[in-house]
C-alpha cells in the first residue's frame, strides 16, 4: 500500500496566495484597460547586482574549463563564502561566531523546513500570531504541531502579536520547546530592540526551549538598538538557530542561496538523557541529505560581501525603505494605524474589519493590490500588508489613487 503522510490533511488551507493571485485575475479580465499596481508580493523588483552577475559569469567560466572545474563542493558551503558571512556579518559587528558554525544553503525556506529533522517531533512550538505562515505549515509536515484542534493545533502553543505592543510578542506562560521568531517581521515589519530579544533569551535560558531566528530582513534595520542578529545578545549562541537568506538583500529569490547558524555551544538532548551538539546534529543531517548550493550561486552570495556589493544593498535596500515610507506616511496622514516601514519593506496597516474587504475595495477603487492580512494569521484579520518592493512612481502613484478613495 502506498501510505501518504497524513500530515498534509492536518495542514491550514494555504488558499491565501492563489485566492490573490485569482481575484486579481479575474479583476483585470473585467477591467482590460486599467493598469494594476502590485503591492502585495513579497518579491525583489530590482535586478541582481553587476557584481554580482559578473561574479556567477566568472563562476560559469570556471566550470568551463577542465582546471578550474568544481564537481560536489562542500556540504556545508565553500570556505570562502562561510568566511565572507562571518566576517561581514558577525565578526565585524562584534559577534563571536566562527564559519565552522555557518552553514550554506540554497535559502532560508528549505532550511526552515529541514531543521525539523533534528529536533524531536514531540517538541510543543510557540509561533507568533501574525506571522510567516512556513513556521506553522512546517512543523504541521513534521509532526511537531500536532492535531488541528478548535483555534489552532493540539502541540502549537498561539503567542500574539498586539497592535498596543507594537506587535512585539509577550513572553508566553506555557513554555513551548521551540519557538520561531522572526524580525524585522514579515507581515507587520517591526524590528525589535535588543532589551526586548534579550528577554527572549532570557526566557528560552530559563525553560531550556530553543529559539529559531528568521533574520531575512536584517539588511533593512536602520535604527540604533534594533537587532540584526540575535547572537548580539550575549549568551544567544547557547539557545539560537538563526537563519538568513540573501534573497531579500541582494535580490537572490531567484538564484537562490541563505545560511543557517548552528552555534557550537547550542546543545540538545536525545530521550536517553544523554547530551548533543545541534551543530554537529545539522552537519550530518546536511552532509546526509544535501549537496551544497551551486558553486555558481555562492560565487554570486560572495559577491555580496565586496565593497560594491556592500554599497549596492544600501542603496537597493534604501529604494524599497523609501518607498515602504511613502507608503506609510501616505495612511498616517488618513489616522490610518501603520507599522513597520522603518526597518522593514513592509508597512501593515489597519484599514477595516475584515482583510478580504479592504484587499477588495484596494482593488477596486485604486487598482492596488496587497495582501490580506488574515493570511499570516488569525490575528491579522483588519490588516493588510503592503510591500516596498516595486519602483518609486509606481508607489506614489499607487498612494495617490489610494488617497482619493478614502
Ligand atoms: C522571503 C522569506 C524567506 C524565504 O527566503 P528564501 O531564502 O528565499 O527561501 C524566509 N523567511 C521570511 C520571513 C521571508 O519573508
Not at 494555504?14 to 493571485?21: C, T
Not at 556579518?89 to 525539523?116: M, P, Q, T
Request: aromatic share 10%.
Amino acid at each position: 500500500m502506498i501510505r501518504a503522510n497524513d500530515n498534509f490533511n492536518r495542514l491550514p488551507e494555504a488558499y491565501l496566495f492563489s485566492e490573490v493571485a485569482s481575484r486579481i485575475r479575474q479583476y483585470k479580465e473585467q477591467h482590460p484597460g486599467l493598469e494594476l499596481i502590485k503591492m502585495d508580493i513579497g518579491d525583489i523588483k530590482r535586478p541582481l547586482f553587476p557584481c554580482v552577475t559578473e561574479a556567477m559569469r566568472r563562476a560559469v567560466d570556471d566550470l568551463s574549463r577542465a582546471e578550474s572545474f568544481y564537481g560536489y563542493g562542500p556540504e556545508q558551503g565553500y570556505a570562502f563564502l562561510r568566511e565572507a558571512i562571518e566576517e561581514h556579518d558577525y565578526h565585524k559587528r562584534g559577534i563571536d561566531i566562527g564559519s565552522s558554525e555557518i552553514f550554506v544553503s540554497d535559502g532560508a525556506k528549505s532550511d526552515l523546513g529541514n531543521l525539523g529533522d533534528i529536533l524531536d517531533p514531540a517538541s510543543s512550538v510557540g509561533i507568533c500570531n501574525p506571522t510567516y505562515p512556513a513556521y506553522l505549515d512546517d512543523s504541521v509536515i513534521n509532526g511537531m504541531a500536532g492535531k488541528p484542534q478548535a483555534g489552532g493545533y493540539s502541540n502549537v502553543i498561539d503567542i500574539e502579536c498586539r497592535p498596543e505592543d507594537g506587535f512585539i510578542p509577550a513572553l508566553p506562560a506555557e513554555v513551548p520547546d521551540v519557538i520561531y521568531l522572526c524580525f524585522p517581521n514579515n507581515p507587520t515589519g517591526v524590528g525589535i530592540d535588543r532589551d526586548r530579544l534579550a528577554e527572549w533569551v532570557e526566557y528560552a535560558h530559563t525553560h531550556g526551549a530553543l529559539i529559531v531566528y528568521d533574520a531575512a530582513y536584517q539588511a533593512y534595520v536602520r535604527e540604533e538598538g534594533v537587532v540584526r542578529s540575535i547572537y548580539e545578545i550575549p549568551g544567544a549562541d547557547e539557545v539560537a538557530i538563526e537563519v538568513n537568506s540573501f534573497s531579500k538583500t541582494a535580490g537572490f529569490t531567484g538564484v537562490r542561496c541563505g545560511y543557517t547558524v548552528v552555534p557550537r555551544r547550542l546543545t540538545g538532548r536525545f530521550s536517553s538523557g544523554r547530551t548533543v551538539s545541534l551543530n554537529t546534529l545539522w552537519n550530518r543531517r546536511q552532509s546526509t541529505k544535501f549537496n551544497g548550493a551551486s558553486y555558481v550561486s555562492q560565487r554570486g552570495a560572495e559577491a555580496v560581501y565586496s565593497p560594491e556589493g556592500r554599497a549596492n544593498v544600501k542603496e537597493a535596500t534604501d529604494a524599497y525603505l523609501e518607498n515602504a515610507a511613502i507608503v506609510k506616511e501616505a495612511l498616517a496622514g488618513k489616522n490610518i494605524p501603520v507599522y513597520g516601514g522603518v526597518n522593514s519593506p513592509y508597512v501593515w496597516a489597519r484599514m477595516g474589519e475584515n482583510s478580504w474587504d479592504v484587499f477588495d475595495f484596494l482593488l477596486r477603487e485604486a487598482q492596488v493590490s496587497v495582501t490580506p492580512g488574515i493570511g499570516f494569521g488569525t490575528k491579522g484579520e483588519g490588516y493588510v500588508r503592503f510591500t516596498g518592493f516595486n519602483t518609486r512612481g509606481n508607489t506614489l502613484k499607487a498612494m495617490e489613487r489610494i488617497l482619493q478613495k478614502l
